[in-house]
């Protein structure tokens, strides 16, 4: 019998990977909102620099979670964590006494919401390292990377994310475990910190335009980082900031998922990211004057969207 797996928030991440349970023969539908006609009628369409392309037609398509007409084994979440989105009236309508609840997300200390929701189900942390854009409805192109890690929250390596990882291995896509994600997620963030404000501050920059003019900056926001993680008790790899920085020097110049919600107007990850870091940092007594400072910035960005969002209304 096929897995049953429904994918809340099928957008980039979403309909990527969810094509790829497709493909490892799990039985998968899709909530998607913005695409809902275009993927109802033709399904996703994947451009992928490694794995090629092809097309996948979910199962079911569907507006709201609570109109599937199922009962799912895995449920995985993908969508933004903003103040806009309640992730959990997102997906409790789907969700059953042994569904397995996943959230593909970015972000630190992003877990007590779904936890307390939910405290009887089985939650898995997921964090997606990839380049992976939605440039038009129903169209994704894979550019990067792509390898996942899962973990139990908030530790250890259940049966159900063993599972998982097996069904995404037999995808060919790159998938481990860990026994700690929540340190995991800070490991992210090292790279997110950066890169995805910076690139809405210099006004649209790529990744590799960013690092070679202001590696010092990156360097920095990584190190700060890595403090927090440690004040909160998740040491991370010595070499982590410069496995970082060489694997961004050799990945193709890329727009950030922050970059393309700012063009399109949309509500960032700006807290997720950083004001949960620069939080956590408060908490700990750890000083991180570059990322306070980034995290000040990139909320006057969100205080501009917001302004324009209201001067739309009024016109």
């Not at 099928?10 to 275009?38: H, M, N, P, T």
């Not at 992003?110 to 942390?125: C, G, R």
């Not at 390898?147 to 998982?164: C, E, N, R």
């Amino acid at each position: 019998m096929s897995d049953k797996i429904l994918i809340v928030g099928a957008g980039a991440i979403g309909g990527f990977y969810g094509s790829l349970l497709a493909k490892a023969g799990a039985e998968v539908s899709v909530v998607c909102r913005s695409d809902y006609q275009i993927v109802k009628q033709l399904g996703f369409q994947i451009d992928s620099f490694s794995l090629g392309q092809w097309q996948f037609q979910p199962h079911q398509v569907l507006r709201h979670a609570g109109d599937y007409q199922d009962q799912a084994d895995y449920l995985i979440l993908c969508s933004k964590v903003t103040a806009q989105i309640d992730r959990v009236a997102m997906i409790r309508d789907a969700v059953r006494k042994n569904t397995v609840i996943v959230f593909i997300q970015n972000g630190v200390e992003i877990e007590a919401e779904l936890q307390a929701a939910f405290p009887d189900n089985v939650l898995i942390s997921g964090l997606a390292f990839i380049c992976c854009n939605r440039l038009a409805a129903g169209k994704i192109t894979h550019l990067a990377y792509g390898k996942l890690t899962l973990g139990d929250v908030p530790s250890g390596v259940s049966a159900q994310t063993l599972h998982l990882q097996q069904l995404f291995l037999q995808a060919n896509i790159e998938c481990e475990v860990s026994k700690d994600i929540i340190a995991s997620r800070w490991q992210k963030c090292v790279w997110n910190a950066p890169f995805n404000p910076l690139s809405v501050l210099s006004g649209g920059l790529p990744t590799l335009a960013i690092l070679q003019n202001q590696i010092g900056l990156v360097r920095r926001i990584m190190q700060e980082v890595c403090d927090i993680a440690a004040g909160c008790g998740h040491t991370l790899p010595d070499d982590i900031i410069e496995t970082n920085i060489q694997n961004t020097f050799a990945m193709p110049p890329y727009k950030t998922s922050m970059l393309l919600d700012f063009e399109r107007q949309h509500a960032m990850e700006t807290e997720a990211i950083l004001g949960n870091a620069v939080r956590a940092a408060d908490r700990e007594n750890i000083d991180c004057p570059t990322l306070r400072t980034v995290y000040a910035l990139m909320q006057l960005r969100e205080l501009q969207l917001h302004a324009e969002s209201l001067e739309k209304i009024a016109t």
